[in-house]
T-cell receptor, first 112, second 114 residues
Framework: EAAVTQSPRSKVAVTGGKVTLSCHQT?????MYWYRQDTGHGLRLIHY???????EKGDIPDGYKASRPSQENFSLILELASLSQTAVYFC???????????FGHGTKLSVL | LAKTTQPPSMEAYEGQEVNVSCSHT???????IYWYRQVPHQGPQFIIQ???DYVVNEVASLFISADRKLSTLSLPWVSLRDAAVYYC???????????????FGTGTLLSVKP
């Protein structure tokens, strides 16, 4: 079974601070994704990448940056965290073509 | 990238067969259909995928209409553990580009009664 590891599992941040969420996959997958999920709502795509050193904007990229320094690692960066960014963040990966998504366990971020 | 439309909620009793529909009227020839489900406090779990006709695995079956604009996920003999939000998504299988965004819609909340 493919593995996607997110760190940290939870984090408390202060408003205006910088937050980095990390995602690591050992699946040799090309694609990686960052989603956020607010309580009681569906997943919304923030950023994604299909090759190292390149990222693409999803549906809600404002306030977030992404970095894909290698095929295995994909980070989500909040330069100035805000209260509205309190959510659970999921990372996912998949191979090319028809392959399905594999999700991490999620990171619960609370911005105070 | 084709959008999907699902009923917001469904109810069923344990032991019943449940059919969850998904409309993707603008699906392209290069797009595949995937179904996931999510229970609280967990990430989405893959259920099944398909391109056309009928697909079955140990968990569910998927029927895709001939024009591929409608798909139906069938869950046989649901139990309380099947209570979850079910998502239908479509994505382009060609490499790279915006067609690979994998957008989740609002999903269908399935409630299962004992």
């Amino acid at each position: 079974e493919a593995a996607v590891t997110q760190s940290p599992r939870s984090k408390v941040a202060v408003t205006g601070g910088k937050v980095t969420l990390s995602c690591h996959q050992t699946n040799n997958h090309d694609y990686m994704y960052w989603y956020r999920q607010d309580t009681g709502h569906g997943l919304r795509l923030i950023h994604y990448s299909y090759v190292a050193d390149s990222t693409e904007k999803g549906d809600i990229p404002d306030g977030y940056k992404a970095s894909r320094p290698s095929q295995e690692n994909f980070s989500l960066i909040l330069e100035l965290a805000s209260l509205s960014q309190t959510a659970v963040y999921f990372c996912a990966s998949r191979g090319s073509g028809k392959e399905r998504l594999f999700f991490g366990h999620g990171t619960k971020l609370s911005v105070l | 990238l084709a959008k999907t439309t699902q009923p917001p909620s469904m109810e069923a009793y344990e032991g019943q067969e449940v059919n969850v529909s998904c409309s993707h009227t603008n699906i392209a020839t290069s797009e595949y259909i995937y179904w996931y489900r999510q229970v609280p406090h967990q990430g989405p779990q893959f259920i099944i995928q398909g391109y056309k006709d009928y697909v079955v695995n140990e968990v569910a079956s998927l029927f895709i209409s001939a024009d591929r604009k409608l798909s139906t996920l069938s869950l046989p003999w649901v139990s309380l553990r099947d209570a979850a939000v079910y998502y239908c998504i479509v994505t382009d299988i060609h490499y790279g580009g915006s067609g690979n965004k994998l957008i989740f819609g609002t999903g269908t909340l399935l409630s299962v009664k004992p």
